[in-house]
């Protein structure tokens, strides 16, 4: 059965250093057997994938693409957490923060992005309660933000 880092590197993804945290507050918390991830945005080499609003400057699928990227962000805040990826036992809750416009409706579909990119590396252990929301703005402009509850094997 491959592992979670197997995963990555069949999709040829790199998790990256974990982002360090842009303000007053730290990366993640362990608290028991959870590790709760801050909110991570859409960074990848240093720099926004994307700026603006989903439904304005960033279309629904620049969304996605963020998504996915905030929630490989978070995977690494967890490898640096947990050691290993395969220490997760399962992702119990994300929430998807959308930048957009007052009339777009589809953060549900922006928050795929994580949602799968979160079951393509960890598999069952991947499948989570979700929210996604609409939000006026996030930080640096990002247009998605992802945080994550996720439980570690005893």
């Known amino acids: 059965m491959p592992t979670p880092e197997d995963r990555l590197a069949e999709l040829g993804i790199r998790l990256p250093e974990p982002p360090a945290p842009a303000a007053a507050y730290v990366p993640y918390v362990i608290s028991g057997n959870l590790v709760l991830v801050s909110g991570q ?3 990848a080499d240093g720099a926004l994938l994307r700026a603006g609003k989903v439904g304005g400057a960033v279309d629904r699928e620049g ?3 963020c998504a996915r990227q905030c929630a490989i962000n978070s995977l690494a805040q ?4 947990a050691g290993s990826l395969s220490a997760v036992r399962r992702v119990t809750k994300i929430t998807v923060f959308v930048a957009s416009t007052p009339d777009f409706t589809e953060q549900h579909l922006v928050a795929n992005g994580a949602s799968e990119l979160f079951g393509e590396i960890l598999g069952e252990a991947g499948a989570h309660a ?5 939000v006026v703005s996030l930080p640096l402009d990002s247009p998605v933000e992802v945080e994550a509850i996720v439980e570690l094997d005893a």
């Open 130 to 134: 979700r929210s996604a929301v609409g």
């Open 41 to 43: 945005v859409a960074v």
């Open 63 to 65: 969304g996605v693409v």
């Open 78 to 81: 967890i490898r640096a957490a």
